[in-house]
């Protein structure tokens, strides 16, 4: 992310007692992105958590245990034999509330995937009750191997988040799929699954394709200006990680984001409400969910400028507009059976009629099957870390989100969009997954 993780003060229980951190277990694997898992461990433990490393035999010749000692403020757990009298294989997984595995190799995922426990790690995972991550790395061809895409198909049919990894610089000169995601968004995935906390994460998305727009789009007068807003993605890429983080493919079409692209996502960068569109429509026949929660100019100018219109020039006394398409509502009215459609609705009201007016207003306009209402202004809802909405369905409901982090509103949302029959991309329908949620100890 772009903003640094604060550090929170010590969490309090009953009676002012401290409660406990939430405890995360790091485990490295053995390649050469583990160093990257540093700045992990070092995103939740300037958040709070508490964070014990299991690092294989292989990791620790990338880096030592020293330097995992140093920074998590624990000890490094590295084989079965050390602590025997603890089991620690069995004890460090029980206590777990997220185990993430940074970076997963093509090699540790198989032996996960078979069950096997020889070593700390995979033992670990067999006995975790809590959500598991694995955020791969490794070069293209093993990704993209048979026996590599069953394994991660097994860990997902399990329960487990698995990301794609993302496409880029690989070792040496090679590039493509295989890089390790951003460690600001595996950290922010992790913490984004902890937060729903008691409640779980659910593959209740599983086998569907999520399409979300974030940002805000822009329209340029010239090269230099343009007609924007305020909206920083951050709710969009939350919607993201969510979905992610339940089991769905997704797509993220990015309106002018200055974040780290979400780990395990596509994203397409967009600039103005055109692009966004084109974008939109090359996408959506193939998606079963689109949440549209990008800011969409309304207007663009008539004209461009070529140049930059300079102070000395006579000052135009109005700038003239023409309305750009509505996407949403082209959206509604090109949807296939099946497809579940949520739009965003950011209100400030007025002197003809409050928030939840507006709101439903548009709801009739543009009848998707959720509308998810935020208040912006003031210090809400645009640039800011939290968010609270209000979600009209369209057969009357509503429900009020709390103001709380944007990655728990996000789930929120997913929560509502699960009561919906979800179709295929092939036009079926059928009721989404209800999977057992095991909850952390």
Not at 129 to 147: K, R
Not at 234 to 247: D, I, K, M, P, T
Not at 281 to 291: G, K, L, N, T, W
Request: aromatic share 4%.
């Amino acid at each position: 992310m772009t903003d640094e993780p604060a550090v929170t003060d010590e969490p309090t229980g009953a009676a002012g007692a401290p409660a406990r951190r939430p405890r995360v277990v790091l485990g490295v694997a053995g390649g050469i992105a583990a160093y990257k898992a540093v700045e992990v461990l070092r995103r939740f433990t300037e958040s709070g958590h508490e964070v014990r490393v299991v690092p294989t035999p292989s990791a620790l010749r990338f880096v030592g245990e020293t330097t995992w000692a140093a920074l998590s403020g624990n000890p490094v757990a590295t084989d079965v034999w050390s602590d025997a009298d603890e089991v620690a294989h069995v004890r460090i997984g029980r206590e777990a509330d997220l185990v993430l595995v940074v970076p997963a190799t093509a090699d540790l995922m198989a032996r996960a995937a078979a069950g096997r426990a020889d070593d700390l790690l995979t033992g670990t995972l067999l006995t975790a009750t809590c959500p598991v991550v694995f955020a791969p790395a490794m070069h293209t061809e093993m990704w993209q191997h048979p026996a590599t895409r069953a394994n991660v198909a097994t860990l997902r049919a399990r329960g487990a988040v698995v990301l794609d990894p993302a496409v880029g610089r690989l070792t040496g000169a090679d590039s493509g799929p295989g890089r390790l995601p951003e460690p600001a968004e595996i950290a922010a995935l992790g913490m984004a699954v902890l937060a729903r906390g008691a409640d779980g994460v659910r593959p209740d998305l599983a086998g569907r394709h999520v399409l979300v727009t974030a940002g805000g789009t822009r329209e340029y007068l010239d090269p230099v200006r343009f007609l924007g807003n305020a909206s920083s993605g951050r709710q969009g890429y939350a919607v993201a990680r969510a979905a992610l983080a339940r089991g769905a493919a997704v797509t993220v079409v990015a309106a002018n984001v200055a974040l780290p692209e979400v780990a395990g996502a596509r994203t397409v960068a967009v600039t103005s409400a055109a692009e966004l569109r084109e974008r939109v429509h090359e996408v959506a026949p193939s998606a079963d969910v689109v949440v549209m929660a990008a800011a969409v100019a309304d207007f663009r100018p008539q004209a461009t400028q070529a140049y930059k219109i300079k102070k000395e020039s006579a000052a135009p006394d109005s700038i003239a507009l023409v309305r750009n398409p509505d996407v949403l509502s082209e959206l509604v009215a090109n949807r296939r059976p099946g497809q579940l459609l949520v739009g965003f609705a950011a209100e400030t009201g007025g002197p003809d009629g409050g928030v939840l007016d507006h709101a439903r207003a548009k709801l009739a306009r543009k009848p998707v099957d959720l509308l998810v209402v935020n208040q912006v202004g003031a210090g809400l809802g645009f640039e800011v870390a939290d968010n609270a909405a209000v979600v009209l369905a369209a057969d009357g409901r509503e429900t009020t989100i709390e103001r709380s982090s944007k990655d728990l509103v996000a789930h929120r949302i997913l929560d509502l969009v699960v009561e919906f029959p979800i179709g295929h991309g092939d036009g079926t329908s059928s009721e989404a997954v209800r999977v057992p949620v095991r909850t952390p100890r």
